[in-house]
């Protein structure tokens, strides 16, 4: 029965993810772009996203073994699979989901006739955040039990999660200062929704031969879990899930525990042809105030029995009567805190940086030359990314080429190379129709044919109406 739980532990922590988003970072002709790099190039004079469709953004994948490795139809007993997958796992892989969902978006540019190299871009988007770390220990613990596992010691820090839903109100200033640079600032206002983290836990668990056949199991632990907005929607009686929808939308804009941050980007245009952008995400903080709990664990605690705690399950007990006779045991040796302490959260920081060389001069119909000094038809270069998380920070290097069709369609082509996999191949096109603008945008192409055993998966698409610059 215990494989059942773990069963549902190690697909959680199978997957994970990174929020880079190389296929929108640089592509200057979707308004978003500038969400990537505030310092990015404008090109056009205004525009409006459609509400709730102009951008919606999801990523997944894999960090370790996959669940096609687990649950595949290839003759390998289950127990095996599994005992392998847990094996090869480490506490650094780790389970997450990210999704993002623009509310509304909107920018214009100004200045003199002559020359609008001002830019102000406004909006507000939602984001679920989802992070798990793979808890190696607890997983062995629970695959094999204590019983086979005397005098090793487990360690509880492998156990580290946070989750975060926020709502984000913003407002950009990019300007052209001349032909070769260009800088940007993006201020914003965090809202979050609810809250979770547990990222810093110490301590570990041994069982150790006592006299008389009985075994000391000894835990020395430091573990601590901090929540907001999340237990009055718990702890009140009320179970109509439609009150407390009623309490999450109030939370979006100034209901719930708020927070500042700032992005910072530039382009800087080294040649004609060679250009060099970075930019800094998210450098900011939510402060948690508003309906706090907070539950700690702290102390050496020594628990005598005949028998080992995590024992193997009797024949016909179920998964719930199990780890409930567990949780009874718990209770009898744990002293859970219970504090209502304000705490503070830094947002996970992004950083980007790309290399990028044009070439393909557009060409006029009626004479043999260039349009425009600065209007290439391709362009290829390599990004480097990179995001805070709480064990270590996830890297990610990309090479792309970028296409200019025709005047309605641009193509972008990534191949980008992380922790995860060496053969992300992705695919981006953004298309316009008069003023209309369309874009979709994928990762991990060639692995959607067995979504069960890819490394990762992304999309994003949108809808803006854009009033490009003559």
């Known amino acids: 029965m215990r494989k059942l739980f773990l069963v549902f532990t190690l697909q959680l922590c199978l997957f994970s993810f990174s929020q880079n988003k190389q296929l929108l970072y640089g592509f200057s002709e979707i308004p978003q772009s500038l969400m990537q790099n505030p310092g990015g190039k404008v090109k056009n004079d205004w525009y409006v996203g459609i509400p709730l469709l102009s951008h919606f953004h999801v990523n997944v994948g894999i960090s370790g073994s996959t669940v096609y490795d687990v649950f595949a139809d290839n003759d390998v007993d289950f127990n095996v699979k599994l005992r392998n997958a847990v094996n090869s796992m480490e506490p650094t892989d780790f389970y997450g989901f990210n999704q993002q969902l623009e509310i509304f978006s909107g920018g214009f540019a100004f200045g003199s006739s002559f020359n609008k190299n001002e830019y102000i871009s406004f909006g507000m988007y939602q984001e679920l955040d989802f992070l798990l770390y793979f808890p190696k220990d607890f997983a062995v613990l629970a695959l094999e039990g204590n019983q ?48 979770v983290s547990s990222t810093k836990n110490k301590g570990s668990f041994v069982t150790v031969p006592g006299e008389n056949n009985v075994y000391n199991h000894i835990f020395d632990l430091d573990l601590a879990l901090q929540t907001s907005g999340i237990a009055s929607l718990i ?13 999450l939308k109030k939370r979006v804009l100034f209901g719930g525990n708020l927070g500042l941050g700032v992005d910072f980007g530039f382009t800087y245009q080294l040649t004609d042809q060679w250009s060099f952008d970075a930019s800094l995400l998210d450098v900011g903080f939510i402060s948690h105030t508003k309906d706090v709990e907070n539950y700690a664990i702290n102390g ?11 024992s193997p399950a009797d024949d016909g007990q179920t998964a719930d009567d199990y780890w409930s006779e567990i949780e009874e045991d718990f209770e009898d ?12 959260k830094w947002r996970p920081v992004k950083f980007n940086a790309s290399l990028n060389y044009a070439f393909g001069k557009k060409q006029s119909q009626y004479c043999n030359c260039a ?26 290097l990309t090479a792309y080429y ?20 060496f053969n992300n191949l992705g695919l ?28 990762s998966v992304s999309l994003q698409l949108g809808f803006n109406y854009i009033f490009n610059k003559k």
């Open 300 to 310: 050496q605690y020594t628990y005598n029995g005949v028998n080992p705690l995590f």
């Open 333 to 344: 040796i744990f002293t859970v805190d219970t504090t209502a302490t304000k705490y503070t």
């Open 428 to 455: 981006g096109m953004s298309a316009h129709i008069w003023g209309a603008n369309f874009y979709v945008m994928a990762d991990n192409l060639l692995q959607y044919k067995n979504v069960y055993d890819a490394q």
């Open 402 to 421: 970028y296409r200019h069709v025709f005047n309605g369609l641009r193509l972008k082509a990534a191949y980008t190379i992380d922790s995860y996999s």
């Open 371 to 396: 349009v425009d000094d600065s209007d290439y038809l391709n362009a290829v270069g390599l990004q480097l990314y990179g995001i805070s998380r709480p064990k270590r920070p996830q890297m990610a």
């Open 148 to 195: 086979s596992n005397i005098n090793r010691f487990f360690d509880a820090s492998d156990l580290s999660v946070v989750a975060d839903v926020v709502s984000v109100l913003h407002i950009g200033y990019n300007k052209k200062v001349d032909d070769k640079f260009t800088f940007g600032v993006r201020g914003k206002i965090y809202s979050s929704i609810a809250n």
């Open 235 to 247: 702890d009140d009686e009320n179970s109509d899930v439609s009150n407390d929808v009623d309490v």
